[in-house]
């Protein structure tokens, strides 16, 4: 059960990568360089990804990306590779959506609700900021604050690979305790 769980939580930030890739990879990144560039430069190296198809489906978006082409949902949706076809379907396929009453009630229309349960001092240090309103406060969809998704997501994948890399020198020196006690 508990190899299950853990394949289960790599296998969601191995989709999240995928699903910025192919929902934002074509949008401007900063100095003429696009999403996909940037979350490729970040070098996400093979061995993070446990599951092969996912693996298949980055190289592809890789090697047309870097052939010239961004491939987008479409070039995978219409693919005559149905292994990809339901990769791509299960990554972007997200049921859930920010429901409107949270975004007009508890949300105060725009405004994180977290916001009002604050002491005051804490209150106007989170509202004012400089002398002006702090942009922070107010509460931004996914796709208008796409840089800190993707960053958030890159940073997700590198804590799963320093983990990785923890957990496997937890074990050599485990086994190297047992050799030596022999």
């Known amino acids: 059960m508990r190899l299950l769980v853990y394949y289960i939580k790599n296998?969601?930030?191995?989709?999240?990568?995928?699903?910025?890739?192919?929902?934002?990879g074509d949008k401007k990144w900063e100095d003429n360089?696009?999403?996909?560039?940037?979350?490729?430069?970040?070098n996400i190296d093979d061995d993070?990804?446990?599951?092969?198809?996912?693996?298949?489906?980055?190289n592809d978006y890789k090697d047309k990306f870097y052939s010239g082409r961004t491939p987008s949902l479409k070039d995978?949706?219409?693919s005559s590779d149905n292994d990809l076809v339901s990769a791509v379907i299960t990554i972007t396929n997200f049921p859930y959506e920010v429901s409107k009453v949270w975004i007009e009630e508890l949300n105060s229309g725009s405004v994180n609700y977290n916001i009002w349960n604050l002491p005051y001092e804490e209150f106007m240090g989170h509202i004012i900021k400089r002398g002006e309103i702090n942009p922070e406060i107010y509460?931004?969809?996914?796709?208008?604050?796409?840089?800190?998704?993707?960053?958030?997501?890159l940073d997700y994948l590198k804590l799963r690979k320093i983990k990785n890399m923890i957990i496997?020198?937890?074990?050599?020196?485990?086994?190297r305790i047992q050799i030596s006690k022999w």
């Open 48 to 58: 993070l990804f446990e599951d092969q198809k996912l693996l298949r489906l980055m």
């Open 11 to 24: 296998n969601l930030q191995e989709q999240a990568i995928l699903r910025v890739l192919l929902e934002y």
């Open 168 to 175: 496997l020198n937890q074990v050599d020196m485990q086994s």
């Open 33 to 42: 360089k696009k999403v996909a560039e940037y979350i490729f430069e970040q």
């Open 76 to 78: 995978y949706t219409n």
């Open 139 to 153: 509460y931004t969809p996914e796709e208008d604050d796409y840089k800190k998704l993707i960053d958030d997501v």
